[in-house]
Structure formats: structure tokens, C-alpha cells
């Protein structure tokens, strides 16, 4: 059954990832005491945001996937690099609004861990400080909550350090976890991420436990501090 090119471009996106990261904001947003149209302008922002980090990701590394990932869209011939750039630009054009609707604040630390997951990302990827994009864009991310609002007005106040700490750390985990499917593949690639280095002295069973436990345990300790010294 042929794909249309619009369900190859949700493909490319990432869909799982930026499903999984706008559910995960606009729940922390929800229970924080954001009203209802506030959580869904942080779904929708985050949702643009993360589409645009997930066709950047394919497109920059389209000729390595074609060598291991033959069965993605672009990698595998079946979307043209060009359309995914179009629809990367478009998307560029919309998060930006998005993002400033959600208050100035809120919206340059929004931008700001966009850019640093896109470019820290395609610089560091193949080196042992690949995780510090990962870590400080997701420290980001309380900022982006606590100063966030409505129709371009925020809030001036700041995230607690407990909880941009917790969340730099989360970025950590979940940058352990997500390198672990393709590891074999970065080997191969003579890259050395830090995960790929750890996965050869400890062993990728080891890594993944490790990384399963140190995540989860964040995740405890962001609810804990919820519940005690708040987002803000």
C-alpha cells in the first residue's frame, strides 16, 4: 500500500519521542496549575519543537542511515530531502510565535533549548560530551514552564535550581536510553558518544539497567520536589 508523503513526514518526525516529550510538559504544566488553554499551547509548542528536532536529526544524518537504516523515509528514497526541508521551515516559522505566546521568557529559554538540542547535537553526537546538549537543553525546560503564560504574557519567576538540576540530569538518562538501540551502528561508525563508551567497559545489559535505574530515580526525585519545593 503506497504512503502518502504527509504520513512519511510524521515518520521523519519522530513522531514516539515528541509525542511522548509534549505529553510529558503538558502534564507537568497541568499539574502545576496552568489553566487548560496554557497545557495546550505547551502540547502544541512542544509537539512543533520536537517535529522540527526530529527531521533535523534525519536529514543530517541521512547518509548514515542509508548505510544502516535503510527502511526511514529519507534514508530509504521513499521522501525527498526537499520536502522535509519545507516542511522543517514551515515549522521553524510557526514554533517561534508559539514559543513567544507562551511570554518572552518562557519563549527565549523555549528557543534557546531548541537550538542547543539541534546544534549541540549534530556537533557532539559522535563524542563523549554528546550528553551536554542533552543536559542543558533539558535544563531548560522548567524555565520554558515556570515563566510560561498566555498570549505573550509570562511570569518573572524563575524555576527552583532543584528542579533545573533534576531536569539536566533527566536530559542525562534519557540521552543514555535513546543511544542504546543504535550503538551498534555508532561502533561501526568509529563514533565515541559517551554512551557508546560506557557500553564497552560496562556492557550494553549493564548500561541499560543503569541507565533504567538513574532515570527512574530522577523522575522520583522531580515528583518528590514537586510535591515539596515546587516548580517556581
Known amino acids: 500500500m503506497p504512503t502518502t508523503p504527509a504520513l512519511l513526514l510524521?515518520?521523519?518526525?519522530?513522531?514516539?519521542?515528541?509525542?511522548?516529550?509534549?505529553?510529558a510538559l503538558g502534564t507537568a504544566a497541568a499539574v502545576s496549575g496552568r489553566p487548560l488553554r496554557e497545557v495546550g499551547l505547551v502540547l502544541v509548542t512542544v509537539l512543533v519543537g520536537q517535529s522540527i528536532l526530529g527531521w533535523a536529526d534525519d536529514l543530517s544524518d541521512r547518509r548514515r542511515d542509508a548505510r544502516h537504516r535503510p527502511d526511514k523515509p529519507l534514508s530509504g528514497g521513499t521522501l525527498e530531502p526537499g520536502t522535509v526541508w519545507f516542511a522543517l521551515t514551515c515549522a521553524v516559522l510557526l514554533v517561534v510565535p508559539l514559543a513567544v505566546a507562551n511570554g518572552r521568557l518562557a519563549g527565549a529559554s523555549y528557543l534557546a533549548l531548541l537550538a542547543i538540542?539541534?546544534?549541540?547535537?549534530?556537533l557532539?553526537?559522535?563524542r563523549t560530551t554528546s550528553f551536554a546538549p542533552w543536559m542543558a537543553s533539558f535544563a531548560l525546560y522548567p524555565a520554558f514552564l515556570a515563566y510560561g503564560g498566555w498570549n505573550g504574557v509570562g511570569t518573572t519567576t524563575p524555576p527552583t535550581p532543584v528542579m533545573t538540576a533534576l531536569a539536566a540530569a533527566l536530559g542525562l538518562g534519557v540521552h543514555l536510553l535513546t543511544a542504546l538501540p543504535g550503538l551498534v551502528h555508532d561502533h561501526e561508525e568509529g563514533e565515541r558518544s559517551l554512551p557508546l563508551v560506557l557500553a564497552l567497559r560496562t556492557g550494553t545489559p549493564r548500561l541499560l539497567v543503569a541507565?533504567?535505574?538513574?532515570?527512574?530515580l530522577v523522575v522520583l526525585g522531580m515528583l518528590v520536589a514537586?510535591?515539596?519545593v515546587g516548580l517556581t
Open 124 to 126: 557532539l553526537h559522535a
Open 117 to 122: 538540542a539541534a546544534v549541540g547535537d549534530r
Open 226 to 228: 514537586g510535591r515539596t
Open 10 to 23: 510524521v515518520r521523519a518526525a519522530h513522531p514516539r519521542q515528541a509525542l511522548v516529550t509534549a505529553a
Open 211 to 216: 541507565a533504567g535505574v538513574f532515570t527512574g
